[in-house]
């Protein structure tokens, strides 16, 4: 069947919006796959921290995220046999992410990579261009928003959880910078796709979004 046929609900929004959990219930939820395109970016970032590859070398950027070697399995991420799940998640690998994200060439390089986790029977793709570049046939498309006060609670709490230190307001100060960032670069910036559904989890649990995710899928 011709790859456009297979069901994908994009999930996009700005850093700490709550996609990430939101997108994993709704993928369980319909046994569909799950792409997880921040953790794409986070992996060339740490590949690229550790290599120390230059953070304004485009071009080496670009062939970093070409060669990586990566597999997603059972909920844990690999950069060639090492388990790097918990690596990927700090604040540093997050920050260099969203600075190489703005790369044009680095977005390119991803970009087929992306395109391949659409298989049978249906994708469930979170980020910020899913909707827009990466899967503008879209089945369904979602724009998850929350105030940048209810996104630093719930990042500092993340942190925490996961053992890592956290001070609430360098992590405001973080979340500002990266949404500049992420809204005013050239390329793939962070913006509803016009027919995205928009919502709100300000005062939402993630159980509730994933009701109302579920019901606009039922609803195509
Ligand atoms: O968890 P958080 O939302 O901070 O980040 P993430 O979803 O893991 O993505 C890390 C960074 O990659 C973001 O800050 C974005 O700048 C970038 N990104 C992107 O540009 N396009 C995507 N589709 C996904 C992530």
């Known amino acids: 069947m011709p790859n456009s046929n297979i069901p994908v609900i994009t999930i996009d929004g700005p850093t700490a919006s709550g996609k990430g959990t939101v997108a994993h219930k709704v993928a369980d939820r319909l046994g569909f796959h799950l792409l997880d395109s921040g953790a794409l970016y986070r992996l060339t970032a740490l590949s690229a921290l550790r290599r120390g590859t230059a953070l304004n070398d485009e071009h080496a950027l670009a062939k970093v995220a070409e060669h990586l070697t990566i597999r997603f399995h059972g909920g844990h991420v690999y950069l060639g046999t090492e388990e790097v799940s918990h ?104 913006m509803p796709a016009e027919d995205a559904h928009l919502l709100d989890t300000s005062q939402m649990t993630a159980d509730e979004a994933v009701e109302q995710v579920l019901a606009w899928y039922a609803g195509k």
């Open 87 to 190: 690596a990927i998640r700090a604040e540093e690998v997050g920050n260099t992410a969203s600075r190489i994200a703005a790369l044009p060439a680095v977005r390119q390089a991803l970009f087929a990579l992306q395109l391949g986790f659409r298989e049978t029977p249906g994708l469930v793709a979170d980020g910020r261009d899913m909707g827009t570049v990466i899967f503008p046939t879209a089945q369904l498309k979602v724009f998850l928003t929350a105030s940048v006060e209810a996104r630093a609670q719930r990042r500092y709490k993340q942190l925490i959880d996961k053992g890592f230190s956290a001070n609430i307001d360098d992590l405001l100060e973080d979340l500002q910078s990266r949404d500049a960032r992420d809204t005013q670069r050239a390329v793939a910036p962070l």
